[in-house]
């Protein structure tokens, strides 16, 4: 059985969040139309990518006055994925002035009882503000994580960390 693909030409919710501890979160992409909430499980490089990307269309687009920033950009209960993120495109619809997200199930993720079934796909059409914000909460989420090493810039765990600047003889605590 094939996995659902979904529109979202005017989302009124577009964010990114994480579940558990630092270098063990799980990322997620959340969307919301017509009060129904969709989760997609991904990589914390997906939601890094997609944060650079839209920074950059945003920078290239011509001058538009952005509306106030969503504020509340949390995860909605309940997270529950529809499948995972495989990989991600970006366009920008000129006559809407909306930048278009378009996120590609991860190859695999669709059931094997079906070998010809496409590949489910989202597509959310984001206002600047939307964009706007989801850049700045990508920055956040990227900057909770694990803080690195002041020697060798791994990042840390809660128990240490083995530093190979030392020759791993010395566990290192910043």
Same mark, same amino acid.
């Given at each position: ?17 994480? $579940?558990?501890?630092?270098? *063990? ?8 139309? %017509?009060? =129904?909430? /969709? ?37 909605l209960v309940p997270i529950e994925p529809e499948w995972v993120v495989g990989s991600m495109g970006l366009a920008f619809d000129e006559e809407r002035d909306?930048? $278009?997200?378009?996120?590609? *199930? ?8 079906? %070998?010809? =079934?496409? /590949? ?55």
């Open positions: 059985m094939k996995n659902p693909s979904f529109q979202f030409p005017e989302p009124d919710h577009f964010t990114a969040g994480t $579940v558990g501890d630092p270098g *063990e979160r799980t990322f997620f992409l959340q969307g919301r139309s %017509d009060g =129904a909430v /969709t989760t997609f499980k991904c990589e914390k490089e997906h939601v890094r990518a997609l944060g650079e990307s839209l920074e950059r269309v945003l920078g290239q687009l011509p001058f538009a006055p952005i509306d106030p920033l969503p504020e509340d950009l949390e995860l909306r930048i $278009v997200i378009i996120l590609e *199930e991860l190859e695999g993720e669709a059931s094997d009882e079906d %070998d010809d =079934a496409e /590949t489910a796909q989202a597509r959310l059409s984001l206002t600047r503000a939307q964009a706007a914000a989801f850049i700045n909460r990508s920055h956040q989420l990227l900057e909770a994580g694990r803080p690195p090493c002041i020697l060798c810039q791994r990042p840390l765990d809660s128990r240490g960390h083995t530093c190979p600047a030392t020759n791993g003889h010395t566990p290192r605590h910043n």
